[in-house]
C-alpha cells in the first residue's frame, strides 16, 4: 500500500467541461436541433408603434401550399405573459410598439412560412404615441396599457432612519440626475425554441433557452391552459442569457399554439435582426440622487427616485429596484435613506432583466457621488470610501448582514494595484498639460448578492447523484448552464469532495424530467446553492462509502478519506482500496446496493418583509475596480486602457473559471460605458445589427489586473460567494470618474460616445432632468 | 372533504406508454437519429466459407475522394469478443464465415462507404469446410478455432440421482433424436449504431441498441482498451431484441475504430440481407432424449445430450444449456437425471441466444417424450403429465424451489378449455375417415425462470425516483425497453403505489449515464426485478410523503394512504390533502425538501453450484399451449387453427400488455414450429429475405384462448412473474403432439414445413441422428 498524494482541486484553474465541443463545433444550440416531423414557426410583427387593430386577414396565408396553420390573437388563449400578466403573447385589440406580435404561421420550411407572414394584411389605426417615459405620468398622456391609466408598471418604497432629518445634519450635499441608456444583451446564440404539443397525452416538451426551467413549467402552464406536471423543459445549450431568459416572451408560447394547432412539433428560431427589435433590453432609467456627508467625511444619507422605462410591457427587469435599492441603501454605511422607483410604459422597446439587475444603474449614480463628495470635501475619493466602507460583522438599514465581507480590502488592494491616489493626483496635475489626450483614473465599488436572493418562496437547488461501478459520477442538478461556468464548477466540487478527477463526473442538468427542481439562474446563485446542493449529495456518498469501508478495512469512518480514487487512512495517506473496488464490493454482495443520493440545499436566507428589509441573500460580494482612461479632447474619443479589479469572491474555487467571468463582465460594463447604445427614436430601433450596435470586440479588450479576495464566507461551498453578475457593475461608474480625473467633466449620461465627450468637453453636458418624488 | 374512489391499476388493460409514438411514426430508432458530424460505416465480408487471408490492399479505397478511414484488422486492437473470446471485430489471419469482417470503411456519405468498400481487394486462401456440426468432434476434422483443436466450444455436465440405475426400474423407455433448425429474431428494427468516440476526453457515447447497457460498458471497454467508466451507452427506442442484442457483435466495435480513426462520429446500420446474414440466429440442436417411466405412470429418469452448432464464434447464446438442462431436469418431477451439451464451432452461421434461451428445443423434445410414454403407458397425456407434475413447496432435484407453483392449474384449465381430452380421442378416431384433411390437438408445457436468473454477480435492478411540485413522477430505471412492455408495467407500480394516474409518470430508461444500473434485458426478469426496483423507491417515496403529512393531518403515517392524487384516510378513504399541495408545502419551507428516493432490488436466489445445482431464480413460471391443427396430407401443409394457452403469470399486473407479449410469443413459436427456416447450404444461407424467411404474418394467427393463473408469488411484484419468454417455448412441441394427434405420424425434426410432413405422411421420416455422449 502506498500513500496518495493529491493536491485539492479548489483554486485550480480548471477549464470549462464543455469548451472542448463549443471549440469544436460540435456543441448543438437550438438552432442545431431537429425533432421528427418538425415544422417552422414565424411571427407577424406590428410595425407600428401603437395603433388599434381593425382587422386581420389571413385568408391568402392559409392558402399558401405548405402552410401548416397560421394564427391570431383570436385563436389563442387570452392570459397574458410576464409578472404583471399585461402582455398577450399574439396581440387582439391594439399594438404597442413595432415588435408586438399579431400573427404566427407555421410551415413546412421556414421559406414557406416568411413568405406566409407576407401574405398576411393587418388593417392597424394609429393611435397617439407615447415615448418620454418623464411624461408618462403627465395627465393626458396616451395610455399604453388600459388597466394601468396612469401608465405606471410598478413601484417601489424604501426608506430607512429619517433622511430628511439627516439632511440638516450634512455638511456637503450634492444631487444629480444621471441618465441610462439602453443595452441588449446580444447573446451570440440567437433566441429560438422547439414546441412539442402531444394531443394524445396532452404533454408539452419545450426546447427552451430559459433560465429558470422549473419556474417556467407552472408558468407556460398559466399561459397555455396545460398541466404544469405535464410540461418537460429541455434546454439546449444556451449561447448566452445574461438575464434575457428569465422571462417568457411571446415567441414561446407561439410556438406551442403553432404546435397545438398544426400537431406537429415547430421550431421557431430568430435571425439577427429580430434577436436585436424582439429581446429585452437592459432598464434604461433617470435616476436622481441626493447624498448627504460630514465634514469629516461620513455618509449622512442618501435618497434616491429611479423612473424606469419598461416599454409597453412589464418584464421581470421592472423589479430591478429590489437590487437598486440594496445599493442606495446599504453599498457604504448609509444612515439614513429613502428610495422611490416608478417603472413606467411608453411605447418604447420592452425592457427586461440583464446581468446585474439595476445595480449597473445605483451603481453609475452612486460612485460619481461617492467622487463628488469626497472632491466637496476634498478628501481622497479612496480614503472617503475606506471611511464609509463596512466591516464583517455589520448589519444594513435593510437588513442584510454581512457576515464576511471584503470590501475594505476590494479598496485597498485595487487602489494599490492601480496606484490609484498617485495617478489621480498626477492626472489633475497633467490635465493642462499641452496635447489633446488626457489620462485618467476612476475607481467605483459594488455590493451585490453572493448567496442567492430568496425571491421565490425557496431559493434552493436539488442534486441527484449516482456512482457506477467503475467510480463514474452522474450528478443530475437542478442548476442550469448558460455558458457561466456552473458545469465545471459543480462537477469540481463534487470531485473535491469524493477525491476524483474531473474526468470522472458527467454533469446532467438541462432535463426537468430528469434533474431535481433549481430555481433558476439569477443573482448570482449557481455556485453558492447549485455548488452547495453538489456537495451535500457528494457528502452523503462519501459517508455511505466510507461507512462501507469501514468493516473491511478495519478504521472507523472519520478516520478515512476520499483521494486519487482511493479510500485512504486519513492519518498517513495510506490507501485502505480504490475507490471502484469498493463500489463493486458493495453492489455485488448478498445485500448489493448503490451509491445514490440526493440532497436539496436551501440557504439560510430569509424573505424580505413588506417594507424590503431582511436577510435576503446568505451571502453578500462586493469589488472595486479602478480603470484608467485616455481621452482624446479633439475627437471625444474615451479609451479604456486598463481595469485592477478586485473582487471579494469568498473563495477562488475555479481560477480560470473567475476569471472568464470577471473579464467577460468587465468589457460587458466596458461596453455599457462606452460603445453600447441602442438608439431608439420614437419607438423604433435605429440600429438592429452587429454593425450598427457596437460591441467591444477582442483588441478593444484593456488590460486587465485581476485579484481576488478570499473572505472564505462560512456558509458559501468552500466559502466561495457567487460573482457572476458583479464584474459589469462598477465599470460605468468608474469610467465616469475616470473621464472626470482627466478632463475635469463630469458625465452624467451613459454611454460616453465620442460625440457625448466632445460635447461635455465644450460645455454643452446638460444635466438630464426628472421631476423626482423622492 | 370528500373521500377518493380509486380502483387499482393492477390487472388493467393498460395501454403502452410508447405506443402513440411508434403507432404515429413519432419514435426515432437508431436510424432516424443523427448527431453533428456524423459520417457513415460500412463494413466489407468475407465472401467465403472458410479461407485464409493472404492479403488486403485498401490503397484504392483510402484515395476515394469522401473516405474518412479505412481500417482492417491490423489497425485494432486484437482483443475477441464473445463469451469464450474466439471473435476478433476484423478478422486477421483468416475468415470462418461467408458474412466474418474484413475491412470497414466511414465516409461522408452511405454511398461512398460502400463505393469504398467495393475499392478493397482481399486475396484469400480456401481451407477445407466444417458444416456438419455431428462430425466437429471427428479427427481430423478441419479446426474452426485454432485454440479449440477439438471443435468444441462449451460443454456442460449435469446430474441428480442415478439415472443408470433408474432405467432398470422402468416400466418403459423411450429414447429419440431430435433436430431442431435455424431461425432468426428477425427483428423489425435493423441493427445499428452511432459511435462518438471523443479523443480530447477519452470518453466514448453510442447509441446502441444493447439489451445490457450495463453489462456492455464493461465488454466493451475490454475490447476497444477504454476506461468503462467513460464509456456511455444510449439506447434508442429499440425496435426488437428478443436476445439478439445480449452479445456485442463486430459491428460495434468497427464503428467506434472507425470513429477513432476519422474523429467523427460513426453512424453503422445494416440493411435488411445483411441483417439477415450478420445476425446471431437461435441455436440450432440437435437433441437426444431418453425417458423412462413405471407403468403407474410415474417418471423415472431422463437423460439428455444436446449438440449445439456455435457456427464460428460463441455467443452468450452457447449458454443455453442452463435453461435446457433445468428442463430437461425439473419440468415434472423427474428423480434422476443426466444432462450433457456440447457447443461445437462450425463453419456455419453464428447463433446466438433468442428468447426461450433453449428452452424452445429442450421442450420439443421433453414435450414430445411426454406424450410417447402416455401412449406408451395407455394414459392420456394429460392424467400423465398431472400425475409428473409439482406442487407449491417441492424443491427439485437441481434445487430450484417452487415457492409458487400453478403447473397444474395450467395444464387443467389448457386442457378443459380446448376441450382436450375429448377432441383428442376424437381425432384419433377420425383418422381414418374419407378426406385429406385431419385435424389434430397437441399439448405441450414449460419451466422457466420468472424471477431473474442469478448468473452475474448481481441479477438487481436500480431505480431513482423524483416528483416535481405538480406530482409528476420520473422514474430513472436501469430496466430496458427493448419494445415488451417494460416502462409501461413499471410506470404502472409506481402508480399504484403512490395513488397515481399513469399520466403523471415519466419513465427514463434509456442512458447508462442517468439510470442506476441494472443487469440487462433477458431471462424473462425485468418486470420481476425492475418492477421490485420501481416498488421500493416508490414505497421510500410514500413513506416520506406520508411521514410529511402526518404533522399537517394530525394522523400517523400508517392511517394514511395515496390514492387518486390526495393523501387519504385509510380508515373512510377521506382526503387529507392533495398531493401536490403536500409536496409544494414540503418544498417552500424553511427546512425545504424534495421527494427523491433511490432503491435497489436484489432477488433473494443465489448462484448455482459448480453442479448447476441451487435456486438461481426467485420464481418460476409454468405454462400450458394446446394447440389445434388441420394437416392437409396430400399437401402436406400444416394449419394451426386455435392455440389455447393457461399461463402461471403469477399475477395479472398489465392485462394488455401480459396478452400481447403472449401473443407475440405464440406467434414467434408458430412460426418456429411451421414457417421460419432459414436455409443453411455449405455455410451459405439461402433466404435472407423477407421474401424467402416465412415470418408468420396476421391472416395465419390462430385463434388464440388465454387464461391466466394467478399463483401470487410471494416475491414478485403483487405476486406477478416473468413471462416475457414463456409463451413460443411450447409451441413446437405441441404443434408435433398435434400433427402426431391428427395423423399419427412424429415429427422429430422442425420446422414442419409442407414438403417435410408430406414426406413423413409417406414414411419417409427417418428419425435424426446422433452420437450422444449420455
Same mark, same amino acid.
Not at 416599454?311 to 430591478?320: H, L, N, R, V
Not at 465620442?754 to 453636458?765: D, T
Given at each position: 500500500?502506498?500513500?496518495?498524494?493529491?493536491?485539492?482541486?479548489?483554486?485550480?484553474?480548471?477549464?470549462?467541461?464543455?469548451?472542448?465541443?463549443?471549440?469544436?463545433?460540435?456543441?448543438?444550440?437550438?438552432?442545431?436541433?431537429?425533432?421528427?416531423?418538425?415544422?417552422?414557426?414565424?411571427?407577424?410583427?406590428?410595425?407600428? @408603434?401603437?395603433?388599434?387593430? *381593425?382587422?386581420?386577414?389571413?385568408?391568402?396565408?392559409? !392558402?399558401?401550399? /405548405? +402552410?401548416?396553420? =397560421? #394564427?391570431?390573437?383570436?385563436?389563442?388563449?387570452?392570459?397574458?405573459?410576464?409578472?404583471?400578466?399585461?402582455?398577450?403573447?399574439?396581440?387582439?385589440?391594439?399594438?404597442?410598439?413595432?415588435?408586438?406580435?399579431?400573427?404566427?404561421?407555421?410551415?413546412?420550411?421556414?421559406?414557406?412560412?416568411?413568405?406566409?407572414?407576407?401574405?398576411?394584411?393587418?388593417?392597424?389605426?394609429?393611435?397617439?404615441?407615447?415615448?418620454?417615459?418623464?411624461?408618462?405620468?403627465?395627465?393626458?398622456?396616451?395610455?399604453?396599457?388600459?388597466?394601468?391609466?396612469?401608465?405606471?408598471?410598478?413601484?417601489?418604497?424604501?426608506?430607512?432612519?429619517?433622511?430628511?432629518?439627516?439632511?440638516?445634519?450634512?455638511? @456637503?450635499?450634492?444631487?444629480? *440626475?444621471?441618465?441610462?441608456?439602453?443595452?441588449?444583451? !446580444?447573446?451570440? /446564440? +440567437?433566441?429560438? =425554441? #422547439?414546441?412539442?404539443?402531444?394531443?394524445?397525452?396532452?404533454?408539452?416538451?419545450?426546447?427552451?433557452?430559459?433560465?429558470?426551467?422549473?419556474?417556467?413549467?407552472?408558468?407556460?402552464?398559466?399561459?397555455?391552459?396545460?398541466?404544469?406536471?405535464?410540461?418537460?423543459?429541455?434546454?439546449?445549450?444556451?449561447?448566452?442569457?445574461?438575464?434575457?431568459?428569465?422571462?417568457?416572451?411571446?415567441?414561446?408560447?407561439?410556438?406551442?399554439?403553432?404546435?397545438?394547432?398544426?400537431?406537429?412539433?415547430?421550431?421557431?428560431?430568430?435571425?439577427?435582426?429580430?434577436?436585436?427589435?424582439?429581446?429585452?433590453?437592459?432598464?434604461?432609467?433617470?435616476?436622481?440622487?441626493?447624498?448627504?456627508?460630514?465634514?469629516?467625511?461620513?455618509?449622512?444619507?442618501?435618497?434616491?427616485?429611479?423612473?424606469?422605462?419598461?416599454?409597453?410591457?412589464?418584464?421581470?427587469?421592472?423589479?430591478?429596484?429590489?437590487?437598486?435599492?440594496?445599493?442606495?441603501?446599504?453599498?457604504?454605511?448609509?444612515?439614513?435613506?429613502?428610495?422611490?422607483?416608478?417603472?413606467?410604459?411608453?411605447?418604447?422597446?420592452?425592457?427586461?432583466?440583464?446581468?446585474?439587475?439595476?445595480?449597473?444603474?445605483?451603481?453609475?449614480?452612486?460612485?460619481?457621488?461617492?467622487?463628488?463628495?469626497?472632491?466637496?470635501?476634498?478628501?481622497?475619493?479612496?480614503?472617503?470610501?475606506?471611511?464609509?466602507?463596512?466591516?464583517?460583522?455589520?448589519?444594513?438599514?435593510?437588513?442584510?448582514?454581512?457576515?464576511?465581507?471584503?470590501?475594505?480590502?476590494?479598496?485597498?488592494?485595487?487602489?494599490?494595484?492601480?496606484?490609484?491616489?498617485?495617478?489621480?493626483?498626477?492626472?489633475?496635475?497633467?490635465?493642462?498639460?499641452?496635447?489633446?489626450?488626457?489620462?485618467?483614473?476612476?475607481?467605483?465599488?459594488?455590493?451585490?448578492?453572493?448567496?442567492?436572493?430568496?425571491?421565490?418562496?425557496?431559493?434552493?437547488?436539488?442534486?441527484?447523484?449516482?456512482?457506477?461501478?467503475?467510480?463514474?459520477?452522474?450528478?443530475?442538478?437542478?442548476?442550469?448552464?448558460?455558458?457561466?461556468?456552473?458545469?465545471?464548477?459543480?462537477?469540481?466540487?463534487?470531485?473535491?469532495?469524493?477525491?476524483?478527477?474531473?474526468?470522472?463526473?458527467?454533469?446532467?442538468?438541462?432535463?426537468?424530467?430528469?434533474?431535481?427542481?433549481?430555481?433558476?439562474?439569477?443573482?448570482?446563485?449557481?455556485?453558492?446553492?447549485?455548488?452547495?446542493?453538489?456537495?451535500?449529495?457528494?457528502?452523503?456518498?462519501?459517508?455511505?462509502?466510507?461507512?462501507?469501508?469501514?468493516?473491511?478495512?478495519?478504521?472507523?469512518?472519520?478516520?478515512?478519506?476520499?483521494?486519487?480514487?482511493?479510500?485512504?487512512?486519513?492519518?498517513?495517506?495510506?490507501?485502505?482500496?480504490?475507490?471502484?473496488?469498493?463500489?463493486?464490493?458493495?453492489?455485488?454482495?448478498?445485500?448489493?446496493?448503490?451509491?445514490?443520493?440526493?440532497?436539496?440545499?436551501?440557504?439560510?436566507?430569509?424573505?424580505?418583509?413588506?417594507?424590503?428589509?431582511?436577510?435576503?441573500?446568505?451571502?453578500?460580494?462586493?469589488?472595486?475596480?479602478?480603470?484608467?482612461?485616455?481621452?482624446?479632447?479633439?475627437?471625444?474619443?474615451?479609451?479604456?486602457?486598463?481595469?485592477?479589479?478586485?473582487?471579494?469572491?469568498?473563495?477562488?474555487?475555479?481560477?480560470?473559471?473567475?476569471?472568464?467571468?470577471?473579464?467577460?463582465?468587465?468589457?460587458?460594463?466596458?461596453?455599457?460605458?462606452?460603445?453600447?447604445?441602442?438608439?431608439?427614436?420614437?419607438?423604433?430601433?435605429?440600429?438592429?445589427?452587429?454593425?450598427?450596435?457596437?460591441?467591444?470586440?477582442?483588441?478593444?479588450?484593456?488590460?486587465?489586473?485581476?485579484?481576488?479576495?478570499?473572505?472564505?464566507?462560512?456558509?458559501?461551498?468552500?466559502?466561495?460567494?457567487?460573482?457572476?453578475?458583479?464584474?459589469?457593475?462598477?465599470?460605468?461608474?468608474?469610467?465616469?470618474?475616470?473621464?472626470?480625473?482627466?478632463?475635469?467633466?463630469?458625465?452624467?449620461?451613459?454611454?460616453?460616445?465620442?460625440?457625448?465627450?466632445?460635447?461635455?468637453?465644450?460645455?454643452?453636458?446638460?444635466?438630464?432632468?426628472?421631476?423626482?418624488?423622492?
Amino acid at each position: 500500500m502506498t500513500a496518495v498524494e493529491v493536491d485539492t482541486l479548489i483554486g485550480k484553474p480548471i477549464r470549462k467541461l464543455d469548451a472542448p465541443d463549443k471549440v469544436a463545433g460540435r456543441t448543438r444550440y437550438v438552432q442545431d436541433i431537429d425533432v421528427p416531423g418538425q415544422i417552422y414557426g414565424k411571427i407577424l410583427r406590428a410595425g407600428r @408603434v401603437h395603433a388599434r387593430i *381593425v382587422g386581420i386577414d389571413t385568408s391568402r396565408a392559409e !392558402a399558401l401550399p /405548405g +402552410v401548416r396553420a =397560421v #394564427i391570431t390573437g383570436a385563436d389563442v388563449p387570452g392570459h397574458r405573459l410576464g409578472v404583471s400578466q399585461d402582455h398577450p403573447a399574439l396581440k387582439r385589440d391594439k399594438v404597442r410598439t413595432p415588435r408586438d406580435e399579431i400573427a404566427a404561421v407555421a410551415a413546412d420550411t421556414p421559406e414557406i412560412a416568411a413568405a406566409a407572414v407576407n401574405l398576411i394584411s393587418v388593417e392597424l389605426e394609429d393611435l397617439p404615441p407615447l415615448f418620454d417615459p418623464r411624461e408618462a405620468r403627465n395627465p393626458g398622456a396616451p395610455v399604453i396599457q388600459e388597466a394601468k391609466p396612469d401608465n405606471v408598471g410598478l413601484e417601489f418604497d424604501y426608506d430607512h432612519g429619517d433622511a430628511a432629518a439627516a439632511e440638516a445634519a450634512s455638511d @456637503v450635499i450634492v444631487d444629480d *440626475v444621471f441618465k441610462l441608456h439602453y443595452v441588449t444583451h !446580444a447573446c451570440m /446564440g +440567437v433566441s429560438g =425554441v #422547439i414546441a412539442d404539443y402531444n394531443h394524445a397525452t396532452r404533454k408539452l416538451t419545450l426546447h427552451s433557452n430559459t433560465q429558470v426551467p422549473f419556474l417556467h413549467k407552472r408558468e407556460f402552464a398559466k399561459i397555455l391552459d396545460l398541466d404544469p406536471a405535464a410540461i418537460r423543459i429541455i434546454q439546449p445549450p444556451i449561447g448566452g442569457g445574461f438575464g434575457s431568459k428569465l422571462d417568457i416572451y411571446p415567441f414561446e408560447p407561439i410556438a406551442v399554439f403553432l404546435s397545438m394547432k398544426a400537431r406537429r412539433p415547430v421550431k421557431l428560431v430568430f435571425d439577427r435582426e429580430e434577436e436585436f427589435v424582439a429581446s429585452p433590453t437592459r432598464q434604461p432609467a433617470y435616476v436622481r440622487l441626493r447624498t448627504g456627508a460630514t465634514k469629516e467625511g461620513k455618509l449622512t444619507f442618501r435618497t434616491a427616485d429611479a423612473l424606469l422605462d419598461n416599454g409597453a410591457y412589464t418584464s421581470w427587469g421592472a423589479t430591478i429596484p429590489f437590487v437598486m435599492m440594496q445599493t442606495i441603501s446599504s453599498l457604504y454605511r448609509v444612515p439614513h435613506c429613502r428610495f422611490h422607483s416608478a417603472a413606467v410604459y411608453t411605447n418604447n422597446p420592452t425592457a427586461g432583466s440583464f446581468r446585474g439587475y439595476g445595480n449597473l444603474q445605483a451603481t453609475f449614480a452612486v460612485e460619481q457621488h461617492m467622487d463628488k463628495l469626497a472632491d466637496a470635501l476634498d478628501m481622497d475619493p479612496l480614503e472617503f470610501r475606506l471611511a464609509n466602507a463596512q466591516d464583517p460583522g455589520e448589519v444594513t438599514g435593510q437588513g442584510m448582514q454581512f457576515k464576511s465581507c471584503g470590501f475594505k480590502d476590494c479598496l485597498v488592494l485595487a487602489a494599490e494595484r492601480s496606484a490609484y491616489s498617485e495617478r489621480r493626483g498626477e492626472n489633475v496635475d497633467a490635465r493642462n498639460r499641452p496635447g489633446p489626450v488626457k489620462r485618467g483614473i476612476g475607481m467605483a465599488s459594488m455590493l451585490h448578492v453572493g448567496g442567492g436572493a430568496k425571491i421565490y418562496p425557496s431559493d434552493g437547488c436539488g442534486t441527484i447523484l449516482k456512482i457506477d461501478d467503475f467510480g463514474h459520477v452522474t450528478i443530475m442538478t437542478g442548476a442550469s448552464e448558460i455558458g457561466q461556468g456552473s458545469e465545471t464548477v459543480i462537477a469540481q466540487l463534487v470531485c473535491e469532495e469524493l477525491g476524483l478527477p474531473l474526468s470522472a463526473v458527467t454533469v446532467v442538468n438541462n432535463d426537468t424530467e430528469v434533474t431535481p427542481w433549481d430555481v433558476g439562474v439569477h443573482a448570482s446563485r449557481t455556485t453558492f446553492i447549485g455548488g452547495n446542493a453538489a456537495i451535500g449529495a457528494a457528502r452523503l456518498a462519501k459517508e455511505k462509502i466510507l461507512t462501507a469501508a469501514s468493516t473491511t478495512a478495519n478504521l472507523l469512518p472519520e478516520n478515512m478519506d476520499l483521494l486519487g480514487g482511493c479510500i485512504v487512512r486519513k492519518s498517513d495517506g495510506e490507501v485502505v482500496m480504490p475507490l471502484d473496488k469498493l463500489l463493486r464490493a458493495l453492489h455485488f454482495q448478498d445485500k448489493a446496493e448503490l451509491v445514490t443520493t440526493s440532497y436539496y440545499y436551501e440557504p439560510p436566507s430569509v424573505h424580505q418583509d413588506k417594507a424590503f428589509k431582511g436577510d435576503v441573500s446568505a451571502a453578500y460580494a462586493w469589488a472595486t475596480q479602478v480603470v484608467e482612461v485616455e481621452v482624446d479632447t479633439d475627437t471625444g474619443i474615451v479609451t479604456l486602457l486598463r481595469v485592477s479589479a478586485a473582487h471579494d469572491v469568498g473563495r477562488v474555487l475555479n481560477q480560470l473559471g473567475l476569471e472568464g467571468q470577471i473579464e467577460g463582465g468587465i468589457v460587458m460594463g466596458q461596453g455599457y460605458a462606452l460603445t453600447e447604445d441602442l438608439l431608439v427614436s420614437e419607438g423604433w430601433m435605429l440600429n438592429p445589427s452587429f454593425r450598427d450596435y457596437k460591441l467591444v470586440t477582442a483588441p478593444e479588450i484593456p488590460d486587465i489586473d485581476l485579484q481576488f479576495i478570499e473572505s472564505m464566507d462560512g456558509e458559501g461551498p468552500h466559502g466561495a460567494k457567487g460573482v457572476g453578475e458583479a464584474p459589469a457593475i462598477c465599470m460605468a461608474a468608474a469610467v465616469a470618474n475616470a473621464i472626470h480625473n482627466a478632463t475635469g467633466v463630469r458625465m452624467y449620461d451613459a454611454p460616453f460616445t465620442p460625440e457625448k465627450v466632445y460635447r461635455a468637453l465644450r460645455g454643452e453636458n446638460r444635466q438630464p432632468t426628472m421631476r423626482a418624488r423622492v
